[in-house]
């Protein structure tokens, strides 16, 4: 049997790979703490959860569902998107799309776009969908840089003008998974700018606009003038409101983007159970306390985290968003390197900073979706191994 050629271009799927060694340790009995991958680890709230107990009652919703989402989701995504971010003029119809989590929005972008032998520019250190989708359609990907000295904010216009010519999309993330950092307007601004000059779809992926903290609410690019002749954002409910298992997200702004990422859905998924859906609906157009509690909790992690690796001295910044930090490696290792170190002297998992692209050397990333007393716990495990 021979797969395609594309697969073997793939390198091993992080958050696969990270199960992976975690189960291998607990089957030999190794109570292993795992600060991977960022999954939530309260429920999804009461409302949203009652609102599907609902909902999978009703013999309507056991049908097949609408291709683009109910009518009633996108209209509820457009809403959303009035009250959160004040972005009023999306059209339900035409430029809102649901979709079965963030992630396979991002894959088939690729597919939307790119042709075989394209690129693509993304984030130097990002989610490492952006280039595996790119690996899928027999693209390229060209790795924007990222430094922390200018807060980590991709430097797309370094991209030399012989690739950019072949470039149909442009990824940004922010907050940024894994670095957490944020983005200013002006960037968003810059970009927007950038990607009409040569003719770039900028997909921006706004997955973890909702955890915020000390005052800083994420914008979304709709906002910035001019965006929606260029832009299109995925969101995800993943984050915001504990709903990863649940699978649901959506695609908004830029119609014809929209249009062709619905057309190859079309082709190979059936859309979202709707009573997920409805779901959903409850969680963005219902009480949104949820989402201010929820922010509480990863702030209190992220200080004790920040807190605790500064007194064994990591540095570490305090991020103002997302559910994850990221720290500077201890001076001689690589990321790999204290990474396995980590796995194997404390039993305590984290990210390596180069998993996500070639600007993550140095770094490691910590996800702070675990309980307050492992978090601790895991730092003392690791100062002991220092
Ligand atoms: C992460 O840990 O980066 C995310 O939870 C993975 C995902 O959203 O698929």
């Known amino acids: 049997m021979k797969t395609a050629a594309c697969l073997d ?6 958050f696969a790979e990270i199960d992976r ?21 309260t429920p999804t709230p009461r409302h949203i959860v009652d609102a599907m107990a609902e909902a999978i009652r009703k013999p309507i919703n056991h049908r097949y569902p609408d291709y683009a989402g109910s009518p009633a989701y996108r209209r509820a995504c457009a809403e959303w998107m009035r009250r959160r971010f004040g972005v009023d003029d999306l059209d339900p119809d035409t430029e809102v799309l649901a979709l079965i989590g ?12 790119s042709n075989p032998g394209d690129w693509s520019l993304v984030p130097g250190i990002g989610y490492p969908v952006y280039s595996g989708g790119a690996v899928l ?50 960037y968003l601004d ?8 040569h003719d770039l779809l900028l997909v921006y992926d706004n997955a973890y606009s909702e955890i915020g903290f000390d005052g800083y609410q994420a914008p979304s690019i709709l ?24 699978r649901i997200g959506f695609a908004a702004g830029n119609p014809q983007a929209v249009k062709a ?92 900073g180069t998993a996500y692209g070639p600007y993550g050397e140095g770094f490691i990333r910590i996800s702070l979706t675990t309980p307050d007393d492992r978090i601790l716990e895991a730092v003392q495990r690791i100062k002991a191994t220092l």
């Open 9 to 14: 271009n793939l390198p091993p799927y992080l």
């Open 21 to 41: 060694k975690r189960d291998e340790k607990r089957a030999q009995g190794i109570d292993v703490i795992s600060l991977g991958i960022g999954d939530p680890d």
């Open 102 to 113: 963030s992630k396979e929005g991002i894959a088939h972008l690729h597919l939307a776009f």
């Open 137 to 186: 359609t027999n693209s390229n990907s060209w790795y924007m840089p990222m430094h922390e000295e200018d807060g980590f904010l991709a430097r797309f216009w370094e991209c030399p003008p012989e690739i950019l010519a072949k470039s149909k999309m442009m990824f940004l993330c922010y907050p940024s998974n894994p670095t957490a950092a944020t983005a200013p307007e002006e």
């Open 190 to 197: 810059r970009a927007i700018a950038f990607a009409k000059e």
């Open 223 to 246: 906002e910035r003038p001019g965006a929606k002749e260029v832009c299109i954002e995925l969101f995800s409910l993943s984050k915001g409101y504990n709903m990863t298992g649940w």
């Open 261 to 352: 990422l619905g057309t190859i859905k079309n082709n190979l998924d059936s859309g979202q159970f709707t009573a997920i859906q409805e779901a959903a609906i409850a969680a963005m157009l219902g009480p949104q306390d949820c989402v201010q509690q929820m922010c509480d909790i990863y702030r209190r992690r992220r200080d004790l985290i920040v807190d605790a690796l500064n007194a064994i001295g990591m540095q570490v910044e305090a991020p103002k968003a997302t559910i994850y930090v990221w720290a500077k490696v201890p001076d001689g290792y690589t990321s790999a390197q204290f990474t396995e170190k980590v796995l194997e002297e404390a039993n305590v998992i984290v990210a390596a």
